[in-house]
């Protein structure tokens, strides 16, 4: 049920391939669904055709399994038995059969990255991929052979020593109370956006975005810090990120801990997995009829914030299958004097979510409880901020809940652009009850001249006095007036598919030029995606 768009994945004359890089799903026969799937899974059938063994897998072992009717594939090393699930696939079985008999870790990580394969396709499990055991290391002399944290240059590939950020690094020191853990990533747009820690149990992580690679410190500690206290501090002339932790006992350490997976190493970020963890709801409150603001907390030693334009999933158990949605968080109001109580940015994100009552993820979402908990992954995107530098004019086209990414969009740009001489939003929706917050729009547009707030309703009642009717060329000539002829502007659209495509298609006739895809926001409900695609106009 998840698909975001790639421009290499999928095929050319896939099915799925549709116009501007989007993708669609492929029909299903009835009784296909993903809850069908579940239920399947659920019977105690043999769907690996090894009545229960797990067994070790070969190279050549797994290229025999290349049919349809017999179809093997290997994701990180563990080998699956997806024949059984070929029908009920979304992308369709021509896409199954591209990784068929071979390692389809990357093709999968092009498209369904975030999905809980181990979950879903549990129940096909062959096995292992036959590997040569691991020479174990003492962890006490690696960490002498690294000293100060310099990252061994075997830890990087050749490409990323060539072209990749220079090489980055980590130290530790103490006192009798504190533990300070120093990242050094040698750049110096470093934020505390760029870092998100986790500190869970003795196991200490802390990911350190640079440009399009991830610096991991994975580190089982020695001995245990109290897990409410951690403070960052970040050095952005140098690309210095300190992490203090505060020990539970004022003793000395002798060392900082164990390595853990991938610990001290430089990864390209497509290369990763996501990394998870349990915020707790802490409020959910009616927007509209039918959308809720969700407000979920961070784990009390959790550091974590979301870049402007990405993206995060959220992850529940649905009839004992983990089913994944990814959604783009938003800021807790508009304006300030929304915000009862006032809640730490640092500790709370917060959703808004349209509740699909025939769907399978948001049901169980609305009926979480105050107190329960939801997986949180890692942010993903690739919007960047730099984009916003001397803007003069922003224009937003919005449909529906498409109208998340612009929360933020809109709060950066009205406080942090000095060069903004003008944003101007175009809300579709159908009616008048499914605008997201209007009056928080109409308040923010009255209190700063700069902001224009247009809405355009489909379905209007007779009394509506606004605009009317789809995304039109009409309607894009007069919205997206310059404030000045050569002024820098910026485009962003975002909502259901149709809605992107056609907008596409109107920028460009409206000579809209440089066109690059970014997504955004990509959440599906009934065949329902929202992507966001960004246009220069230079």
């Known amino acids: 049920m998840l698909n975001v768009p790639s421009q290499s994945f999928p095929a050319p004359r896939s099915q799925q391939r549709v116009a501007f890089g989007g993708r669609s799903k492929v029909p299903l026969k009835q009784g296909r669904s993903l809850m069908d799937w579940i239920r399947l899974t ?36 563990f080998v699956y038995n997806v024949s059984p699930y070929m029908e009920y696939h979304p992308g369709g079985e021509d896409e199954l059969m591209r990784a068929a008999g071979s390692d389809g870790t990357e093709l999968f990580d092009q498209v369904h990255r975030w999905v809980n394969y181990e979950s879903m396709l549990k129940e096909c499990l062959v096995g292992r991929m036959a590997i040569k055991p691991a020479v174990l ?58 870092i998100i820690v986790d500190h869970q149990d003795d196991s200490f992580r802390a990911e350190t975005i640079i440009k399009d690679c991830l610096y991991l410190i994975h ?43 991938n610990h001290n190493s430089l990864i390209p970020r497509k290369d990763t997995g996501l990394y998870y963890r349990k915020c707790q709801l802490i409020s ?28 995060v999933y959220l992850k529940l158990p649905i009839t004992g299958t983990e089913i994944v949605k990814p959604y783009t968080p938003v800021s807790g ?10 809640l730490p940015n640092n500790k709370y994100i917060y959703f808004l979510i349209k ?34 530098q001397e803007l003069e004019d922003l224009f937003l086209l919005a449909a529906g809940t498409g109208f998340t990414p612009m929360v933020k969009i809109l709060n950066y740009a009205l406080t942090d652009i000095p060069s903004l001489r003008k944003v101007k939003l175009m809300f579709f929706n159908k009616t008048e009850d499914d605008i997201i917050w209007r009056s ?12 224009d707030v247009e809405f355009v309703l489909s379905a209007p009642i007779s009394e509506w006095n606004g605009k009317q009717g789809h995304i039109s060329p009409a309607l894009l000539s007069e919205f997206l007036k310059r ?9 962003c659209i975002c909502g259901p598919v149709p809605f992107t495509e056609q907008g596409v298609r109107l920028l460009q006739d409206l000579n809209f030029s440089k066109m690059r895809s970014i997504v955004l926001q990509h959440n599906e409900e009934l065949s329902l995606s929202f992507i966001q695609l960004v246009y220069l106009n230079l």
Request: net charge neutral.
């Open 483 to 491: 404030n000045l002829d050569k002024s820098k502007v910026l485009v």
């Open 137 to 194: 290391k003492d962890y006490r002399e690696e960490e002498k052979k690294v000293l100060n944290g310099m990252l061994p240059k075997s830890q990087v590939t050749d490409t990323l020593a060539k072209e990749g950020p220079s090489y980055p690094s980590y130290d530790w020191f103490q006192t009798n109370s504190l533990v300070t853990i120093a990242i050094y990533t040698k750049q110096k747009d470093i934020n505390l956006d760029s």
């Open 440 to 451: 928080q729009l109409e308040k923010l547009a009255f209190k700063d001249k700069r902001l």
């Open 284 to 311: 959910k409150e009616n927007v509209t009829h039918d959308t809720r603001l969700f407000c979920l907390m961070l784990p009390p030693s959790t550091h974590l914030q979301v870049p402007i334009g990405q993206h």
């Open 355 to 388: 509740i699909y009552h025939t769907g399978l993820f948001t049901p169980e979402l609305d009926r979480l409880q105050i107190g329960d908990f939801v997986s949180v992954s890692s942010p993903e995107g690739n919007f960047k901020i730099s984009k916003f």
């Open 219 to 261: 580190i089982g500690l020695s001995h245990e810090v109290q897990e409410d206290f951690l403070v960052m501090r970040v050095v952005e002339s140098v690309g210095k990120i300190e992490i203090v932790l505060k020990k539970k006992e004022n003793t000395s350490w002798d060392f900082l801990g164990h390595p853990l997976e």
């Open 42 to 77: 659920k019977s105690g059938k043999d769907l690996t055709g090894l009545k229960g063994r797990l067994i070790e897998v070969t190279e050549e072992e797994l290229k025999k399994h290349n049919k349809k009717d017999d179809c093997w594939i290997c994701i990180r090393g």
């Open 333 to 342: 109001s508009l304006l300030s004097e929304f915000k009862e109580p006032v």
